[in-house]
Structures are given as structure tokens and as C-alpha cells.
């Protein structure tokens, strides 16, 4: 989404440690957010803010810190692993 709407002009990958939102030592390390973190871009002269929150149940409060303030939320599931207990609390 950043890169197509032109707010980055690379692509990142995780496997790389590149990612826009991942940007602490220990996210990089880990290939996995532990913290979360704001990016935005412009999409049909609108400002997006996306919450990057971290992905496993034991960041409970990260997640729900972020819900709080967001108008939306997306959930992304593996297809490899499917819907697991961490997923369903989300």
C-alpha cells in the first residue's frame, strides 16, 4: 500500500529486515513487530494511518491500545497455520 500509493519508493521485505514498520533492533531481529507503529500515505487525496500492530497474543496490549484509536481493523491470517486461539482473540 505505501509503495503503490508512491510514500515509499521500494518495496520492503521482513526476510531483509527493510520494512517501514519494523524498525527497532529486536523487530528486525525477530522478523516480527513487537511494538506498534504508525505509517501513512495519501490514497485519492485522503490520509491513511495504518496501525502495525504485532501479530502474537502475548502483545494483547499493543493490540488493544491500537483498536482504540482506529476507525477499522484487519485482521491477516497465514493460509499455512489458519485461524489459531491467538488469531480468534484478535
Not at 523487530?27 to 513487537?34: A, P, T
Not at 482506529?70 to 484478535?90: E, I, P, W, Y
Request: charged fraction near 20%; hydrophobic fraction near 45%; glycine fraction near 6%.
Amino acid at each position: 500500500m505505501l509503495f503503490n500509493t508512491g510514500a515509499i519508493n521500494r518495496l520492503d521485505r521482513v526476510e531483509d529486515g527493510t520494512t517501514t514498520s519494523d524498525y527497532e533492533a529486536a523487530e528486525i531481529k525477530r522478523h516480527s513487530s513487537i511494538q506498534t507503529s504508525v505509517v501513512s500515505c495519501i490514497w485519492n487525496n485522503i490520509k491513511v494511518n495504518l496501525l502495525d500492530t504485532p501479530g502474537y497474543a502475548d502483545f494483547i496490549g499493543e493490540i488493544n491500545s491500537a483498536i482504540l484509536v482506529a476507525d477499522a481493523a484487519l485482521v491477516l491470517v497465514t493460509a499455512q497455520s489458519g485461524v489459531n486461539v491467538g488469531a480468534r482473540r484478535m
